[in-house]
């Protein structure tokens, strides 16, 4: 592909790795050379990068997909999914599910990622729905706003929560900060 | 998450910007005594440059200036004419570049440089005015100067392309140029200096200029960077008659004191192709029958400028993109 089919979210090979543009801007002095300054973001380890590109230049499109998959078990070395209308079945090593494995309800979908048909990473549903199956007693008569206590929801995660909620009770969780963000009712 | 952007002005205040300022700017040059000209956008060769892409528009191009037209006009005894027209650029897209854009462009037959310079500070002040906004104040510097300020070292402006490529690799801007390579000396040169002043630009004259903040006006360029300029002696050196005006960091204006000499021309013509050449960019025409003008008719002694106009509102609008001005409602860009 040509520098200038640089976009937001466009998918690069660089050194063998996929990366992704995050951020985009195109600048040209005067009757100069036109420059495409990027921050690429590594598509495997995560870590951000600074990239200017001059106009003219080529650069390698990655091979990357994103399918939608069923989480379906734990193995103790990785994290099993399937896409439900295939039954293809891929694992993904821990390191790559990193902190998501906190959320990973069974038949929860997420969007894995494959980079030359190997899968490198999901994407979490930005929230969750989890049950709490473990939580501190609230103390009676304590009304002040903000005050937490620790409750733990069926994947074992620990979060904060408020004092009212009560063991199976289903709370809501942000994936991306890991925090409780409400109480669902059903 | 990215925060989402701000929507930009509102579309009543948007009208009534391009309302003021289209007046405010026709009002000026008129009065300056030009006449106002149209001179079609589809053409048959565009103005090359080595980094502008026009759109096609089969058999021809989508303008990507109307310079060479409206000059054909002034080879035929138009007197003074100014413009506001839509041009197109290929694969420009960003916070301050469009594909499609407006530039106001004119020019001062038997007139001198400093006049046309009058003239952008002139339409800067009507167009902020328009949008009840202060004037700005403005300097102007010889472009060198600029340059050994923000490096520490004295160039002529004659440098051959080795000699430029040294001196950049001495304050750390690496010149990567595949016109660099070529054959002819003249692309060689074209290629060095395009390449020094893009990235220089980049690195150092652009946080330069919003340090200063207000009005720049950089003149004298090298000989390599005249483009459409002629090139004359300035205190022993051979310098463009060339300058480039630049608001809050901005850059709004480009003007010429215009060439006039066939040969001169189709050589910068032929220099551009090079350059092109070597970037393995598309050929692109040169426009014979404008050489044939210059030839046949000559063109008069005159003095020219273009302006981006929709950059000239977004700072009048105190805005920081293209697009929280214009008035575009789904175009067809990428």
């Known amino acids: ?13 660089i050194d063998g790795q996929p990366y992704v543009v995050v951020e985009f801007q195109f600048v040209k002095p005067g009757k100069g050379q036109g420059l495409y300054k990027c921050k690429i973001k590594n598509m495997i380890t995560g870590s951000v990068l600074d990239r200017t590109w001059r106009s003219g230049e080529k650069l390698e499109a990655a091979n990357v997909e994103s399918r939608k998959m069923q989480f379906l078990y734990a193995t103790g070395e990785g994290f099993t999914f399937m896409d439900s209308g295939t039954y293809e079945q891929v694992e993904l090593r821990e390191d790559i599910v990193g902190d998501d494995k906190n959320y990973l309800l069974d038949n929860l979908e997420c969007d894995i990622l494959f980079y030359n048909d190997r899968p490198v990473g999901l994407s979490m549903p930005s929230h969750v729905v989890m049950e709490v199956t473990e939580a501190e007693p609230g103390v009676k008569g304590d009304t002040a706003t903000g005050v937490t206590k620790n409750a733990w929801v069926s994947t074992g995660y620990q979060i904060a929560v408020p004092l009212f909620i009560k063991v199976g009770e289903k709370v809501k969780i942000d994936t991306r900060t890991g925090a409780y963000v409400e109480r669902v009712n059903e | 998450m990215t925060a989402k952007r701000p929507p930009g002005l509102p579309w009543p205040a948007r009208v009534a910007l391009w309302d003021r300022a289209l007046g405010a700017v026709r009002d000026r040059l008129r009065a300056a005594g030009m006449r106002e000209v149209s001179t079609p956008v589809r053409v048959a060769a565009v103005a090359i440059e080595p980094f502008i892409e026009p759109l096609t528009a ?43 854009f407006h530039l106001v462009e004119w020019y001062r037959v038997d007139d001198e440089l400093a006049a046309a310079r009058a003239d952008v500070e002139a339409l800067v002040d009507v167009v902020l005015a328009a949008a009840g906004r202060p004037a700005v104040s403005w300097s102007t510097f010889a472009i060198l100067d600029v340059v050994a300020a923000t490096l520490g070292r004295e160039l002529r402006g004659d440098e051959d392309a080795e000699a430029l490529v040294r001196v950049a690799a001495s304050v750390d801007l690496e010149l990567r140029d595949p016109g660099l390579a070529a054959r002819d000396p003249d692309v060689r040169r074209l290629a060095a200096w395009t390449a020094f002043f893009s990235e220089w630009s980049d690195r150092d004259l652009d946080p330069w200029l919003r340090d200063r903040g207000g009005g720049v006006h950089l003149c004298d360029f090298p000989p390599a960077l005249a483009a459409l300029a002629e090139v004359r002696d300035v205190g022993g050196a051979r310098l463009a008659a060339r300058f480039e005006s630049y608001v809050d960091g901005v850059e709004l204006a480009n003007g010429y004191q215009e060439l006039r000499d066939p040969a001169e021309q189709a050589a910068r013509f032929a220099a551009v192709s090079g350059l092109r050449d070597a970037h393995q960019l598309p050929a692109l025409p040169i426009d014979e029958r404008f050489l044939g003008d210059l030839r046949g008719f000559g063109l008069p002694r005159c003095a020219g400028v273009a302006l981006g106009l929709d950059r000239l509102l977004m700072i009048a609008a105190a805005a920081e993109r293209l697009s929280d001005i214009s008035l575009a409602l789904g175009s067809p860009g990428r």
């Open chain 1, 1 to 13: 592909m040509d520098v200038s089919d640089l976009r937001k979210n466009a998918k690069l090979e």
């Open chain 2, 58 to 100: 089969p058999p021809g191009y989508l303008a990507t200036s109307p310079e060479l037209a409206m000059k054909r006009l002034l080879c035929r005894g138009s007197g003074s004419i100014f413009q506001i027209s839509h041009v197109f650029r290929a694969a420009e897209l960003g916070d301050r570049h469009a594909e499609e």
